[in-house]
């Protein structure tokens, strides 16, 4: 399978980081190797997006402080970025609020149409919707030269650098950018037509709260799961068939589950959040 006829894949992680720990970076790391190594997807990019101070959770760190912790986590990084818009919204925002901005906001940002989990893979999803500015080379293009084949952190930087600009600095998170969602973005860059999804990332314990009565409204379930997708980075001794089955929603979308584990069909073993190993 050729690189673009792969599953273009951006993991999104929600929670408070508080603080970010080792085992969250390593989460995205296992998954995204996982992923890969299934031959089907290629995760272009990673975001990080850090719960909002009226969350409630005891304890829970002003989120100038936990987004500059994060900062700080990723800056090695070449694919893993930060983003502060939940922080920087009047309230909390539900995970799937979260989710359908990140989507909404890639397509306006590449001017293409992002496709959920359902979409057929057959079915391009990502072309062009208007007609590039004159001379406007295609950021992620086959000329048939092996000295210009793109890559994925070549695609996901090509769309950083769109976001930055349409961005502006907020006071006192100077290291931070916030979308401007009413800016012009003017003419869409054309892409080779890709199929691009953002897909939840998680831990086992997420997964397993799904089966908490009341915990979560069903249809934002529904959404998260059954439109988007979620790659789970369970801990050992988890048993992720187990907690799917305790659900019905689910286990209506277990296709659409995707469990990160080694050579062995093993869980990976996480770093637990809870146990704080910070960096």
Request: aromatic content about 6%.
């Amino acid at each position: 399978m050729t690189e673009s006829a792969k599953t273009h894949v951006i993991l999104l992680s929600c929670g408070s980081f508080n603080p970010i720990t080792k085992g969250h970076i390593h989460m995205f790391e296992k998954a995204r190797e996982y992923l890969h190594q299934t031959g089907r997807y290629i995760v272009i990019g990673g975001i990080i997006s850090p719960v909002h101070d009226s969350y409630g959770k005891p304890g829970l760190v002003s989120s100038r402080h936990r987004l500059t912790m994060c900062q700080l986590a990723v800056q090695s990084s070449d694919w893993i970025r930060v983003d502060p818009w939940e922080c920087y919204q009047d309230t909390w925002q539900t995970t799937c609020s979260v989710l359908e901005h990140h989507r909404d906001l890639m397509k306006r940002v590449t001017g293409c149409i992002l496709s959920n989990i359902n979409t057929p893979s057959s079915t391009p999803v990502i072309g062009q919707l208007t007609q590039p500015q004159a001379q406007t080379t295609p950021i992620y293009q086959n000329h048939g030269n092996t000295n210009h084949k793109p890559t994925a952190i070549k695609l996901w930087g090509k769309i950083s650098e769109n976001l930055g600009k349409i961005c502006c600095v907020r006071p006192h998170i100077d290291r931070f950018t916030f979308v401007d969602e009413n800016a012009n973005l003017g003419t869409a860059i054309r892409y080779e037509e890709i199929e691009l999804r953002i897909l939840l990332l998680c831990g086992s314990d997420l997964l397993e709260s799904f089966c908490i009565p009341g915990l979560w409204k069903d249809s934002d379930m529904e959404v998260i799961v059954g439109d988007f997708g979620i790659v789970v980075v369970p801990r050992d001794g988890v048993d992720t068939e187990r907690i799917m089955n305790h659900s019905a929603i689910l286990r209506k979308y277990k296709d659409n589950i995707i469990v990160v584990k080694d050579a062995g069909s093993h869980p990976m073993s996480v770093v637990s959040s809870t146990k704080r190993l910070s960096i």
